[in-house]
Structure formats: C-alpha cells, structure tokens
C-alpha cells in the first residue's frame, strides 16, 4: 500500500494525493475529487471529456453550442483515424457572442442546425453544451427534441457544460448521447460470434490492427466505440454478444447500461502489450467457449509473438535497466503499460493518472515496486520536482506533458491523441519499443549534458525548468558537429510537425 508521507514540496491540500508505495506501510490515495483551486491540475473540462470520447464517430456533426473558443480548444483532439466519412475531422461551432449571452441562444443553435443539414445532410448532430450555456439556461433538450422533428434526424443533446464536474463526467455525458443510437437498427449478422470493441478510440488506426485478430477467429466486430465508427454501426451494437471495454474509464458505464438493457455481458481488457493482448484474444475465446477459436487464438498469439520477439529482444538489451514515468488521463492505460514496460525490460518510478478511481491505484499500488510514486491528478511542478526526484529516463504521457519532459532533458513518448503510429496490436506493441528505443538513446540528451538531470535534490522545480541559453547552444553544435539530425528520434519529430 502507498505510503501518505509528504514525497515533494507541494501545496499542504495536495499532499494526500502523492504517495510511495512501500509494502510495510498503510495508508490510502486521495483520489476522484474535485482538482483542488491554486494547483493548475493537467485534467481537461467536462466538455472536452465528452469530446474526446464521442468525437471519433466519423460521419456525425459535432456541434459545439457556446464561445468559439471551446470549439477550436477541441479542434480534432483525437488522432481517431476514418476509413470512410472524415466529417468528424470539421469543428463546427454557434460561436455565441455578448448577445447571445445576454438574450440566449437557442434560436441560433436551431438556425445552425437548419443550415449544417442543409449543408452535410449528416445521419446525426451531437450538440454540446458548454460552461456558458450552463451558466445562462439554453434548453438544450427542447431545441434539440424540436430540431429532430423538423430536420428527421437525431438531434442529440450532449449535457457536458464545462464547469459541472470532472472530465470523467464528460465521458458519462458522451455516453448518454450514444445510448440514443444504440438499438435503433438491426444488426446484419454475419457470424455467430459477434462482438463490440468499447473504449477504442483508433488514434492513429490502432483499430484496425486489432480487428483483423478478432475477424481471424471468425468474430464479426459489429463497432468499435467510437474509434472509427458510424452511426449505423453504433445503432446496430446492441447485435452483439459481448462488449469488451478497454478504455474502462470512459466506456464502462455505457458497458453496465448495455449488459442492464440488452443483456450484453462485458470484459476488461488491453491490446496493448504481448502479455495484456494474449489475455485479451483468450478472454474473448473463452467467453464464446469454442475449442476451434481458442486453437486459433493460440495460433495467432505464438505466431505473431515469434514474429516479433527478435526485434523486441534487440531494443529490450538497450532499454534494459530504464526507468519511465507514466501519467496517463484513465487508469487503464497505466496499468497495461506498467506490464509493457517490464515486458521491455523498463523499470517504473512514477505513476499517475488524471481520474483514477480507489480501486485503479489499488491495483497499481499491487503492480508497481516499493519506492514507485504514486501520484493523482497531478499539476506541472509537481510532475516536474517527481520526474527528477526519481530520476526518470522517460515519460509517457499526453501532449500536455511533452514539453515538461523535454525541458527537462527527459525522453519522451506521447500515449495520447496526438501520436501518429498505432501502439495496439503486436505491429503496434513494436512501434512502442522502437519509439521507446529512439528517444531513450537519443544523442540529443547527451548533447545536453548534466545539467538539467540527473536532478539535484535541492534545485527549484523552476530552476530545472529554466532551459539556459548555454545548454541550446552546446546542443546546436553538437548536433552540427554530428549532423545527425534525421537520427535524432524521428518518431518525435514526425509528431511535432503533425500537432
Ligand atoms: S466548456 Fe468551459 S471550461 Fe470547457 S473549454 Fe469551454 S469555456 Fe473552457
């Protein structure tokens, strides 16, 4: 269990939410509160929880009712690839001005609604509400019930004002939309083995190299929520026998509304990883209880596993000894990772999440070595002060972290919405360990020299912070002297020319 001991200098109301975990000592995390005013959480509003877990329905209107801003802050937040519509890719917006605050602005929604008909003949619109739309009353639900009777067609009311919660609740707002569609067609059946994938959002097409292995064991995938997904799709997933809930902070709750309405059972599972995706592809094979799809389950997972074990065994003899910090929105992904970094040979220091539950950093608490921080919903300095207390080699995280790692000399991987190669799926677990392998042994943390890390104790969070002059200088020259520039870990180059 962790131990609640002040681990860093931060704000006194934020001490119970950082803790080391040491197996002799008691002690719980404080978690699933409210961020607390003054520490700058990284966590995102309730809105944009709705909209990362909703925007990937591909050919949808997203309609984001409020100021402009709260349209281009979410401007194609995910890097959910389509193999179809790319209408999800379009952020549209009322873009509500002073007057609408001050008379309201229901009339220019249903206008808006009108003219993206008009313009997009879309299957559905899915209207968000923002903190200002809370705030001055808009009726969200009666223009959107007035709209569907006189477009034909779903005009779903997103309840996601900013300020009403946390991002989490942004999820559940996100699923009550979706739950308007689901059953409202009949699935094609294809199979008798049929199943959802939940809590996918194909960032960079990991979907679609995890789908084939399902398909291989003659599994008809009926959607992917919402990673690639269609209204008819979503309309026709109450077909399926099973759900299985990756991302299990954003989709379980539609999983539980699904298995009380429909009777469809869910489980809990990963593609990231060798270990997590065997599990996976046994879980579902057992579920359906048939010999000849677990015979090919084993195929597929000895297979693919010998295809790519030489590569892994080769970047896993440099990484060997490594330690990373992992700071992830849901606990899920934490968790699958800290197996993918033991199965890399990586040691974790540090881990935290933006909304875990009790019971998610119980289960971290179980899977990490005594000494690990354990840390949520954490703000800049503190992840900063952390990274150097325990001497990290790399983070993996979000985008809004990137640059904290970089300014501290620390490699980097981004695990969120703004990569650009898939990480699921054996493909995408070599992906990870080549990403891995170029940042960690980089030339340009060399080039930096020791300044920033290893950290010393006594530095200032603002002093390790401060990228001196001298450092940027030494490490032009460096890289002149070597003109090594296109080796300089090119995955994360690719990423920041894209976001
Ligand atoms: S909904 Fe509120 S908190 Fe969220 S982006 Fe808009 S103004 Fe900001």
Redesign the pocket.
Known sequence: MPDITSVINTLDERQPYIALKQAKKGGELACDNTSIAGSMSQR?????GARVALNPVTDAIHL?H??I??AS??WDIRGSLSSDKETFRTSFSTDMKELDVVFGGEKKLSKCIDELVELYNPPVIFV?????V?IIGDDLQAVCKESTERVGIPVIPVQ????KGTKSDGYKAACNALKELIGTREPEIKSEYRINILGDYNVAGDVWLVKPLFEKMGIQVITSMTGDATVDSISKSHGAQLNLVQCSGSMTFLAKWMKQEFGTPFRKVSYFGIDDLAIALRTVAEFFGSEEMMKIAEEIIENETRRIMPEIKAIRSRLEGKTAAIYMGGAAKALTLIKGFHELGMEVVIIGTQTGKRDDYKQISYQVKDGTVIVDDANPLELADLIRKQKADLMVAGVKERFLAYKLGVAFCDFNHDRVIEFEGYDGFLNFARELDASINSPVWKAYGSKLRPANDGDTPSESLDLKAENGTKLKSSIKETNKMQDLNTATLHQESIA
Do not use: K, L, M
């Not at 995102?44 to 944009?48: E, L």
């Not at 968000?128 to 200002?132: D, K, P, V």
């Not at 996601?160 to 300020?163: K, R, Y």
């Open positions: 995102a509003c309730v809105y944009s984001v409020g100021p801003g709260c802050y979410t968000y509400s923002t903190c200002i809370g996601s004002e900013g300020f």
